[in-house]
Structures are given as C-alpha cells and as structure tokens.
C-alpha cells in the first residue's frame, strides 16, 4: 500500500515514513483577527496581579501562522494560567476544549513529542491551536482538566498512545488499551507489528510473521 518492499509485513504500513513539517514562526501583522487575540491575550496576561512581569513572550515562544490556522507553542510551565485567561477574558472567550492529543515528530527533531490543545471561541467563533514542545524523557505536561472538564478523557487518551504525564490529572488510566498494557502504541519507537491477535483457542501472527501475498 505505501511502496513496502522485501518484507512480510502485510499491512504495508512499514513503507510509510513521512518528514515532520515545522512551519516557520510568523511575524507582524498575522491578518485576520489574529493579532486582535494576541494583542488581548497580552493586554490581559500583563494585567493579571498574581504573576507579575510574565507577560506574553514568557508564556508563549513562537506563534506561526500557517494554511489559515493560527498556532502559539507554548511553555508548560504557564500552560494553565494562559489557558485560563483565554477562557475568562471576555474579548476572548475560547469556552470549549475541543481536544488534546499528542505527536511524535520522530527522533530527528528536538523536542520530539508535542501535546496538542484545540480551543474553541464559541463566542467569536474562532479557533486557536495551543502546542506544548516535549522531550521524551521528560514527557510531563500540566493537566487541564481544572480549567477544561472536557479534558480529562482527551489527556487520559493522550497518556496511553504517547506516554505524556498530565500532572493534577484526577485519574490517568489508561483508555483504550488494557491497563496491563506494556507501552504506548502511537510513539515512533513502537513497533509496527509484532503483537499477535488472540482468540478463543487460536491465535493469528502479527503482520510481520505473516505470509506476504504478491
């Protein structure tokens, strides 16, 4: 399917391999309403009496523009209090947490394993993309489920594919493998294959120990 050769690997999916895109970081003006936010969102981080002098550019290191989207990569040490103000601030207003999931850029790239945050502005009706840059021994990101309810199933999902700790989570179980399971499935390092499928007094070889058709 993907141009896999010299393999018994029937799935096909070992010829897949992608190079990570990284879109460059944007500068002023970003167009549309997008530096409305930014300018609002850094009105109201420098306004905020409980952190003083951590302002926009400590919390957020890189925001990119690209394909109409609008990405802030941001710090995790900050994450909930930016989250928070995007929620509260009432020129922002980004009330729903639409999903929170993980990529593995691969082992070429610093900082592999991202966490991904989509917000949504129901209000404004717009759309914001938070990124958390991460290393894979160091795989630690704080939980949004105080801010977000709606992240508690995203980040306990998040856990079990990429391994990502969500401190303060209330219960990070995993959520679709069994809780017995032995890694996490959606790393680069995991591997394609390799796990039979069992049923009830039989068992198929993973795809690849299987024979290969041509």
Same mark, same amino acid.
């Given at each position: ?36 936010? *930014?300018?609002?969102?850094?009105? *109201?981080?420098?306004? $905020? ?10 919390? &957020?290191?890189?925001?990119?523009? $690209? ?7 941001? $710090? ?23 999903? =929170? ?11 592999? #394993?991202?966490? &991904? ?10 759309? !914001?993309?938070?990124? =958390?840059? !991460? ?8 939980? !949004? ?26 219960? #990070?179980?995993?959520? #679709? ?23 009830? $007094? *039989? ?12």
């Amino acid at each position: 399917m993907f141009g896999i050769q010299g393999s018994g690997d029937t799935s096909g999916f070992g010829g897949l391999r992608l190079p990570g895109y990284a879109p460059a970081p944007a500068e002023r003006p970003y167009g549309g309403w997008f530096d409305e936010v *930014a300018d609002e969102a850094a009105a *109201a981080l420098a306004d $905020d009496p409980d952190a003083p002098g951590v302002g926009f550019d400590t919390c &957020v290191h890189q925001v990119t523009v $690209d394909r109409g989207e609008m990405t802030w990569y941001v $710090d995790r040490e900050h994450l909930v209090r930016l989250a928070r103000t995007l929620r509260d601030d009432p020129a922002l207003r980004f009330e729903f947490c639409s999903g =929170i999931s993980g990529v593995d850029y691969g082992e070429d790239v610093p900082q592999q #394993l991202h966490v &991904v945050v989509q917000l949504l502005s129901m209000t404004y009706r717009r759309r !914001l993309r938070l990124e =958390i840059a !991460l290393d894979l021994d160091d795989a630690r990101c704080p939980s !949004l489920v105080d801010v977000y309810p709606t992240a508690d199933w995203h980040e306990r999902e998040t856990w079990d594919m990429f391994g990502v700790v969500f401190e303060g989570h209330p219960s #990070l179980t995993r959520i #679709l493998m069994p809780d017995d399971w032995n890694g996490h499935p959606q790393l680069k390092s995991y591997p394609l294959g390799g796990i039979p499928v069992e049923y009830h $007094d *039989a068992e198929i070889p993973p795809p690849d120990q299987r024979r290969a058709y041509t």
